[in-house]
């Protein structure tokens, strides 16, 4: 009796999954019709460059728009002119104190200058000391508050920059490394 019930929970998944996998090209009610737009089916386009002027019945993409769709947690929000200047004096005052620090500073001699020189507690401020944005041998900072940020960089030479900023897609001030 369980063995029955078994085989039959194991045949109902399978057309289940084999169900899931059709083509919509398969499908008889899909019959002498393209997938377009307005039917809602749209898949990527194959390789091969789709001509200009014809309606596409799929989705036109190519590397770079696979490359910058992967990478657009990075990519900053807007912010106006206006907020880039209301934030220049802690931009200055950040890559001072960088620059005070000089080259070999530490996450946390970093952490609390940038603190100081932005007014943010430190719990608020980023650091990397690697990775994605980093000078090599050196390390950057970032915070800021709403979606202004003011980030800085400090070089192996000791080489201070600071920079007035758009908050990250993903929420930060510096950006993330990724990993896809």
């Given at each position: 009796m369980w063995g029955t019930r078994v085989v039959g929970v194991v045949v109902f998944g399978a057309v289940v999954m084999a169900a899931g996998c059709a083509r919509v090209q398969d499908d008889p009610r899909t019959a002498g019709s393209?997938?377009?737009?307005?039917?809602?089916?749209l898949g990527l386009c194959p390789p091969e460059t789709v001509e200009q002027g014809e309606?596409?019945?799929?989705?036109?993409s190519s590397e770079a728009d696979k490359y910058a769709e992967n990478h657009a947690f990075r990519a900053e929000m807007p912010i106006t002119?206006?907020?880039?200047?209301?934030a220049e004096g802690k931009r200055a005052a950040l890559e001072a104190a960088l620059r005070e620090l000089g080259a070999g500073a530490d996450e946390a001699a970093a952490r609390a200058a940038a603190a100081e020189a932005l007014g943010l507690p430190t719990s608020s401020v980023?650091?990397?000391?690697?990775?994605?944005?980093?000078?090599d041998g050196?390390?950057?900072?970032?915070?800021?508050?709403?979606?202004?940020?003011?980030?800085?960089s400090l070089d192996a030479e000791g080489l201070a920059r600071?920079?007035?900023a758009g908050r990250t897609n993903d929420g930060t001030c510096l950006p993330g490394d990724g990993g896809h």
């Open positions: 393209r997938p377009s737009a307005s039917s809602g089916v309606p596409s019945p799929c989705i036109t002119a206006q907020e880039r200047v209301d980023e650091v990397k000391a690697a990775g994605f944005g980093v000078p050196g390390l950057s900072v970032g915070g800021g508050e709403g979606k202004v940020c003011v980030n800085g600071a920079e007035v």
